[in-house]
């Protein structure tokens, strides 16, 4: 082989390497994503249905119940729009209060109700992480368009 043919083998073949590589990271990547959803976005099914994602909002106000004697709390979480139950067996973050900010991760079970396996709560009152600010206001914004629009009933001949 001439020395440039050697140079050339040299090249395709790191840049295979490179490529499966980048290949693998992305492909054991992909099963860790978590996605964050609204309340909103939820029942208008955008969450996948049987995987794990995240959903964020605020605590609803009297809607904090927990189980006497066990460590199940049950609450529901807001964006001012639409509000989603979730179901916890674990210990809360010192911060968890109703009215404050809130991301649990979960599975939806049937009925909709959100089985969470983790809860965070914001750690300063100020603070909103901004995706959840983005969609609580997309959210209300999209309340206020829905509220202000005109009815129109279809006329069937």
Sequence with gaps: ?????????????ALAGVGLAVGLVLYSLRGNVNLY??????????????????IGGLVEEGSLK???GGLTVTFAITDTVKSLPVVYTGILPDLFKEGKGVVARGIMEEGGLMRAEEVLAKHDENYMPPEALDAMNKAQAAKSVSASAPIVVPVVK
Excluded: L, Y
């Design 66 to 68: 927990r189980d006497q």
């Design 1 to 13: 082989m001439k020395p440039r043919q050697k140079r050339f083998m040299f090249i395709a073949v």
């Design 37 to 54: 959803f609204t309340p909103t976005q939820v029942f208008n099914n955008e969450a996948p249905v049987g995987k794990s994602f995240r």
